[in-house]
């Protein structure tokens, strides 16, 4: 029943806080220069779209807490099996535990990924934070995490710094 509530709140606290964000606060603080309105390259374009991308969790958040609601309400009648929404099943304590400190170690590799960022760059940065989340989360081999955590940070960086023409932090080294 708790866990109802909290996802409750939580689905609903999001959609409320990517809606104001979306009609509210980049409409109105984000400025964008009036040739760049509509492209891809406008200043709100990230913003917007990571908006509405969080819009979208929060809607199947919801979804799922109402019917993983009526799902377990059914199934608490029937037997005391476990519940299954959407192919997510209801943790057991350990498993919080272990979730809660991998969510804590990211939180913690995140922080360091910022803090790099402002020394090494962007670049440099972003190629060790992926190779390590591909490594921690991944289990395929380290050729593929090297090649990946190199290719795609490499790719984005020239995207945006050469046909953006979007400033990329470079660090102070």
């Known amino acids: 029943m708790r866990r109802y509530k909290l996802d409750l709140i939580l689905s609903i606290f999001v959609i409320i806080f990517s809606l104001i964000l979306i009609i509210f606060i980049i409409p109105n603080e984000i400025k964008v220069p009036t040739e760049l309105k509509g492209t891809y390259l406008a200043p709100s374009f990230l913003p917007k779209g990571y908006s509405i991308f969080l819009l979208i969790i929060g809607i199947v958040l919801l979804a799922a807490t109402l019917y993983g609601r009526r799902l377990i309400l059914k199934e608490e009648k029937e037997e005391k099996e476990k519940a299954m929404i959407f192919g997510i099943a ?49 289990n395929g081999s380290k050729m593929v995490a090297v090649c990946v955590s190199i290719l795609v940070p490499v790719a984005l960086y020239s995207f945006f710094r050469f046909l953006g023409d979007v400033p990329v932090p470079n660090g102070l080294l």
């Open 90 to 138: 209801y943790l057991s304590d350990k498993e919080r535990r272990d979730s809660f400190f991998i969510a804590i170690k990211l939180w913690v590799v995140f922080i360091i990924f910022m803090i790099l960022m402002h020394f090494i760059g962007m670049l440099v940065a972003s190629i060790f934070f992926m190779f390590f989340i591909i490594m921690y989360f991944g």
